[in-house]
């Protein structure tokens, strides 16, 4: 699928740009699924759409549902288009590889977005650092409440599918952070696959084995969802630590209700707009120099690389998400219950 | 007026002419014979009439009136039992199963009555003296051809209607058994119902029936009383659909055949 | 009934009722191979004794009713399927078909604000639909079920995204009775009583039926044999009621005293449905014209049992008992994903009712293939997540699932080897 | 032969050879309902038109490229899947059985070090392996294939996942010759030599057909029928081939020269295998007893059929051209995922091949099937990337393919209407 | 020493006895006639023999050594060929296909030579007088039932075997078609085939069999000459399993009839 946006008029000039105005103005956006965050759904496409009419360029946008030849085909459909700049945020290194070296066949610059690209030939990278996000969602789940003053903590790890790498990047992240972590000993690791009825599943197990576990260091705030319900069931919600990301309107609610302790919060705009802006500058001929450089683990290529910081989100900056529009006040807070908590914690509803 | 009389019913399967206009009647009490050779159009025939072919051309008439059969279910509405030459059982089912599919019984809370069906089943078949089908709760699939054969003609005689075709329904059945389906078909028709029989067996066809229709690679030679012919005539019309001046013009027999 | 034929009333010989003479046909029977559930049941046994041996907690009450929650959605799905598949179809569409419904619902609840019931009488009404329309364009168009039911999977995948939308999930409020099902026990009381009017109800049954066959000079079950039957439902129900009736809380101190006690809702709700959907096929007319066009539809048609209106509706129950399902896996998930009923969620349910002992043939099943069936995928799966382990570990569960499940089918098909009908 | 017979030596009356005769024939038997590949073709060029006026660039040199290499793993897996489907058969696995054969290819290629050809010879004999033990499981254990192939589908899941591991992919070297298959091209001279062999070829068979026949004394297609369909494929072929020799490369500039001009090499396999493959099933003995094993195993069983050696057999092909398939899609991916072969891959394959008229009961589907119905498949997808616009695109893809899908198999199913044997 | 000898053969289906220790033989040149009533065990008799249901005691004599016969293959090698009551046809392959199913003559490059095999498909069937089969291209599930039993028969008797089981081959056919296959039947025996033929038509057996056995519910009543019985005698063996002093001891014939 396909959202052209923005202005299609060559003549005005790029917003920040002195120089001539480019001559082509299309960019191709490729994203990956629909279900290692619902991020790609509709929080970057506006996002990403709004930018690109802010820059006056031409953006078609396409989510590739996790297939990794459909990610390939709308490649070449947006090369048959004619754009000039590529975005993708790849499914994997490999077919990620495929579409950079296609597009390099057909004269078309690649920006890797959110995803470094393994052995890739992309000109840049705009992300977030995964890594990063790892090591704060562990920094987080040690202050929460629930641990603080605790001498020994007993938790597990919830990780996201073992087929997407930014899993294993935020696994690499906590991880490295919790086994340093005194006293926090692991009592069980499983993958939930990004998949809440697995996560479901294999925490109820997990809670089964080790009843007096302190904290869940979970992927995301669907698995964390899961996690909750579990734990509800045994009167435990809130007792036990648990961890999430992405900032989603459920994950926002647990946290005001204190049921999970914070959330990651990557707001878009901080990827979006920079990775736009960088696709205008190239369509007009430039080549812009990148603040930092990110190692390719593959080649040892040093890439390019705008890195934007995530924010922790806990019940004290819970407004966040909403007064950025990350998120809307009537999604985060549907039913009456919670939109008194929602009034309680500053996020006005309508 | 005949209980069921068919006009100029033609019927083809893409490039196959099987039937040509063809023309047939059976009343009530009589047992009518319909005979003709192999791939005739007999079964076709007694398929158009049941409903499970359409019809291409013609008419089918019940008591007179033109009916439209277009589905099994028109034929037994309007009163008309068939025993087709490929029986069509439902192997899964057992005996009372198949007897009354389509007709179960159902007693309070619209439950089947087991019971009930199990009893008339076992009734029948005894009638029909079948005495090798250990049980009416075995399988049909398990049964042998001629105990399958007498299931279906069974489970057609169940009802009272006005109109019986067999086709071909005595084909697996052993000496005893084919007598009391001789029997059975005269005992209907002294009754009233129209019976039509379709069978190769000449014997069978001049010790029973009433009437006899020829059909002739899927024209109708000729339809005549049993007591207007001899067994050797209806042989001849069968194998060269005329016999003296019975049967089809002379051109148009031999140029049928082509 | 033509009077014809009883011209020659026959005499039926009163047939013997000793104990013995039944259990002999019963070993002949089952050498003969018409097993029925016995190759589920021994499945399930040996499967469940095998974890129970690998894994500590397998059998505690707080994993049993782990098994019953997560084997809900399972059951209730392969309950419909065993329509569709009865008459050799397929419903590939039955995962996605309950997915959408359950958003339908979420959606109304939540963003319309509909009442609860409203809103799950709407998914419950939708699914109806939908079925009917599948049934329909097979039955009147002709087009195959795999094709039809592969083009519903997708667009309903896709129409399950839209509605959900960019939040990827809709979380159910705390407090609604759907989340109940799952979540909330059935008090002990009316749990034994249920389990009561069950056990007394089957019993009910089948010795009616027994004396009724009996008075109309029939073979019937000899009664110490029903009653050895009814005592072990009575007893494999007790244990289960008791065992549920220990508080499975596994923290308790001064500060809670809440406990999770009795069976969960859901287990009345399979029960309900396997009774009414179990009378449905065994003995009412229309059940007996499903198995009817399941082995010959050319013999039926014949017989006047109406084929297309039949085909139709065993795609209604199918598509209604999805729908169903899915509500049932919102109230375990107490959230609708976009993704919902995706994935393996129909393959499993497909693959429970098979194993059951249903053939993807046509004319051959049952509705408590579905529970038997549905229990087993269930407990390998809960099993096995507690079996293997590590960040990787999904790798080696989906080869251990996969060779689990192709055990308990060889495992069945041995034993009816060449029996399939 | 038994002499007894011939004692009445028959004549035989000659047959006439008019063409009128054939075409009245021809019509009556479309009339009918032996539609052979009309409904697919038909389908196909309403589709194409279809998409080639909503969307511009659809008929390009470059889209048509795309088209190919797109189709090309679908459209080998369609091809193995026919022979399980004609024996009313089902391989759920197929699709990840590809993905595990590309995924031992990439691993010991990759981090064994094996020559290329080794790799490629083992993911093939893998498949072929794996083949024969699903075959084997169902013959000889009597276990259904749906539950067989459910197993494999997940077990091979878990492989590949193993196999491939943490890092999602293996990415395949740059020069490698596999990555040829889809990325590299013909060279025009070579294209139009292939062609003009393959319409020689075709030329020479049907009229060496007629020849024999008419010199036996039977019924011959007229030959001016015959020319007149060598000139249809001709000219299509030419169409493509001249088509392919336009330089696709969209951008030309001082810095890059290269051309991408001819036909994928993946043209040429596709060709090579359908040729086979339909030789194998139309002009065989083993091809007439798969046709003969779909349509009555017991007969055939008593015709001397060695019916559990052919049900194997397909068994074996099929996952040999999963194996095939899983390559090319490696090919142009230039790359194996860890979730190689899961997702829709199978069931637009199986779709694929039922649009093309494939029975699902078994003993009806021809080789050409595979081709059309997987160029159907291809042309939506590849159509529907383009055609749908909004943030939420995968979600209104997917309701559009499912029901472009639908309407695909809903003309195929009209024009047969009731004539599915 | 007998062509095809059995001795006590035994079958059981689950707790369904079909046969019990059935000795049954036939000599090279002889046409012997199996019959007996619907259920009697005659088919299942016939599926032993042809490797379709496996024997659970007794043994099969081909030439005077016992045969182990698990598949239809195994039957085929021996040479024993077979028409079943059900005759089993693919449907969706042509006449053609389904006479040389198992046989198919190849050509050249291992290819399926179609001309050879149609040719020889066509004369076969006007030996046997069918004149109704439009095309041998056509797919046999467009044939009457007739015309089935037909290529059923055809199929089998183009080989040359030793031993032709027909099981009730003229149950379909029509007068003309009837009396080929009765012509057929006394001419391959002349040749030196054992010929043993199924039948429930006493008329037929009387004038083409040379030695008759009787089966009585699954037991072997008698085989006698032909030149032995009347066929009253003969009816009277298939409906009570005995007559005069042939036949079961009085006791058997009763109380296998409970
Ligand atoms: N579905 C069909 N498609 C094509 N041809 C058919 C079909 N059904 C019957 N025919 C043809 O129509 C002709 C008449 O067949 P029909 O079954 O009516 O013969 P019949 O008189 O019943 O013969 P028999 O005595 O052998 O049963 C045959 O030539 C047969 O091949
Ligand atoms: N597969 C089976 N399962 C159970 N019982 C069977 C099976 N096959 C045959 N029988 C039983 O065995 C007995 C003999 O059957 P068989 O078919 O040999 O009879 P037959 O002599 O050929 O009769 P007919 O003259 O009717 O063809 C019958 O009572 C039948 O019900
Ligand atoms: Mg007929
Ligand atoms: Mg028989």
């Known amino acids: 699928g396909l959202v052209a946006c923005g202005n299609s008029n060559n003549n005005s000039s790029s917003s920040g740009g002195s120089s001539a ?8 956006i490729l994203l990956p699924d629909t279900a290692s965050s619902p991020r790609w759904v509709s929080a970057d496409p506006n996002e990403l759409r709004k930018q690109c009419t802010d820059n006056k360029l031409t953006c078609y946008i396409d989510n590739a549902n996790g297939g990794a030849t459909t990610m390939q085909s709308q490649a070449q459909a947006l090369i048959n288009k004619g754009v000039g700049v590529l975005l993708v945020t790849n499914l994997d290194s490999g077919s990620g590889k495929a579409i950079e070296s296609l597009a390099k066949q057909h004269n078309v610059v690649t920006i890797d977005y959110d995803r470094l690209t393994a052995g890739g030939s992309a000109a840049y990278y705009v992300s977030f650092d995964n890594v990063k996000v790892g090591e704060d969602q562990g920094k987080a789940l040690t202050s929460c409440p629930q641990v603080t003053g605790k001498s020994a903590v007993g938790y597990v790890d919830i990780d996201g599918a073992p087929t997407d790498n930014n899993a294993t990047l935020f696994a690499q992240g906590y991880n490295s952070v919790l086994s340093k972590q005194t006293g926090w000993t692991k009592l069980a690791e499983q993958t939930g696959n990004w998949d809440p009825a697995t996560a479901q599943t294999v925490f109820t197990t997990m809670l089964g084995q080790h009843p007096t576990l302190g ?40 946290v005001m209700e204190g049921t999970q302790c914070f959330t990651i919060y990557k707001p878009v705009a901080g990827e979006a707009d920079v990775a736009i802006k960088l696709a205008g ?26 890195l934007a910081s995530p924010t922790v989100i806990t019940k004290k900056n819970v407004a966040l998400p909403v007064t950025d529009g990350y998120e809307t006040a009537a999604s985060v807070c549907p039913t009456p219950a919670l939109r008194k908590l929602c009034t309680e914690n500053g996020i006005h509803t309508p | 007026m005949r209980t069921l009389e068919l006009q100029g019913i033609g019927k083809s399967f893409g490039p196959v002419v099987a039937l040509k206009s063809v023309d047939f009647g059976a009343e009530a009490g009589d047992v009518t014979a319909l005979v003709g050779d192999n791939g005739a159009g007999k079964s076709t025939l007694v398929k158009c009439i049941g409903g499970i072919h359409r019809i291409d051309t013609g008419e089918v008439l019940i008591d007179g009136t033109a009916q439209h059969l277009h589905e099994p279910r028109d034929a037994a509405h309007l009163g008309i039992e068939i025993v087709h030459q490929d029986l069509a059982l439902c192997d899964n089912l057992d005996v009372v199963g198949n007897m009354f599919l389509g007709r179960e019984r159902v007693g309070r809370l619209h439950t089947l009555d087991e019971n009930a069906m ?41 009802w009272s209607s006005k109109i019986v075709i067999l086709d071909e329904p005595t084909a697996a059945l052993g000496v005893a058994q084919t007598e009391q389906v001789l029997e059975l078909v005269r005992r209907l028709a002294d009754r009233g119902v129209a019976v039509v029989l379709v ?10 029936a009433d009437s006899i229709a020829v059909l002739f690679l899927g024209r109708m030679a000729t339809q005549v009383r049993r007591s207007d012919v001899t067994q050797t005539q209806v042989v001849e019309l069968i194998t060269s659909g005329r016999s003296g001046d019975l049967g089809l013009p002379g051109a148009e027999s031999i140029g049928a055949s082509a | 009934m033509n009077a014809v034929l009883t011209e020659k009333a026959p005499q039926h010989q009163p047939a013997p009722s000793a104990l013995a003479e039944y259990l002999r046909e019963y070993v002949a029977r089952l050498r003969g191979g018409e097993l029925g559930s016995a190759p589920a049941v021994v499945g399930l046994i040996v499967i469940t004794a095998f974890f129970a041996i690998v894994h500590q907690g397998f059998l505690s009450a707080y994993n049993l009713e782990a098994l019953v929650i997560q084997a809900a959605p399972i059951i209730v799905m392969a309950m419909g399927l065993v329509f569709v598949l009865l008459l050799g179809e397929i419903d590939l569409s039955a995962g996605t ?77 705390a407090g609604s009775p759907l989340i109940n099902l799952e979540n909330s026990f059935v008090p002990l009381w009316l749990g034994w009583t249920l389990l009561g009017v069950f056990v007394l109800g089957y019993a009910a049954v089948k010795l009616g039926d027994a004396q009724a066959r009996r008075r109309n000079g029939l073979t019937a079950t000899p009664v110490v044999v029903i009653v050895s039957k009814v005592l072990g439902v009575a007893v494999l129900g007790a244990a289960f009621t008791y065992e549920m009736g220990k508080n499975r809380n596994l923290i308790t101190n001064a500060f809670f005293s809440s406990k999770a006690q009795g069976e969960p809702w859901v287990v009345v709700l399979l029960m309900v449905l396997f009774v009414v959907w179990h009378f449905v096929l065994s003995r009412t007319r229309y059940g007996r014209h499903v198995y009817a066009v399941g082995g010959n539809e050319e013999a039926s048609r014949r017989g006047g049992v109406a084929v297309s209106r039949i085909r139709i509706s065993v795609f209604v129950i199918c598509s209604g008992m999805a729908a169903v399902s899915g509500l049932v896996a919102a109230s375990l998930l107490q959230s609708v994903q976009s993704n919902a009923g995706a994935g393996n969620t ?33 407990v390998i799966i809960n099993g096995m997540s507690d079996l293997i382990q590590g960040s990787n570990s999904s790798g080696y569960e989906w080869v251990v699932t996969g060779a689990v499940l192709l055990l308990a089918a060889g495992f069945d098909a041995v034993v009816r080897r060449g029996k399939t009908l």
């Open chain 3, 97 to 173: 078909t309950g997915g959408l419904c359950s958003a339908i619902m979420a959606v109304l609840l939540l963003r319309h604000g509909w009442l609860w019931w409203l809103a799950i009488l709407a998914a419950l009404a939708a699914g109806l639909a939908i079925g009917f329309v599948m049934g329909w364009l097979r039955s009147r168009a002709g087009i195959p079920s795999f094709v039809i039911t592969l083009a519903t999977f997708l667009a309903f995948q896709g129409a399950t995204l839209i509605l959900v939308g960019g939040q990827g999930s809709v979380i159910l409020p």
């Open chain 1, 21 to 28: 105005p480019p001559a082509n103005t299309k960019v191709g």
């Open chain 3, 346 to 378: 129909l393959l499993l349910a497909v693959g429970a009712a098979v194993i059951g002992g249903t053939s993807l043939f046509g004319g051959r099943g049952r509705m408590i293939d579905a529970v038997l069936g549905g229990l087993v995928v269930a």
């Open chain 2, 199 to 208: 069978s190769h067996n000449m014997n069978d066809v001049m010790q029973v």
């Open chain 2, 118 to 158: 199990e009893q008339m089943a076992r009734e029948t078949l005894t009638s029909l003296s079948v005495r090798t089908v250990r049980s009416v709760r075995q399988k049909v699939a398990s049964l042998s051809g001629g105990q399958r054969q007498t299931v279906a003609i069974a489970k057609s005689v169940l």
């Open chain 1, 281 to 306: 500058e190239i369509l007009s001929g430039q080549k812009p120099t990148a603040p930092a450089t990110i190692k390719d683990p593959t080649t040892g290529r040093e890439v390019p690389s705008y």
């Open chain 1, 215 to 254: 904290a869940v260091m979970v992927a995301n705030d669907t698995m964390a969802q899961s996690v909750i319900n579990v734990l509800k069931s045994q009167n435990l919600a809130g007792k036990v630590a648990v961890s999430g990301q992405d900032a989603t309107a459920g994950g926002l609610g647990n």
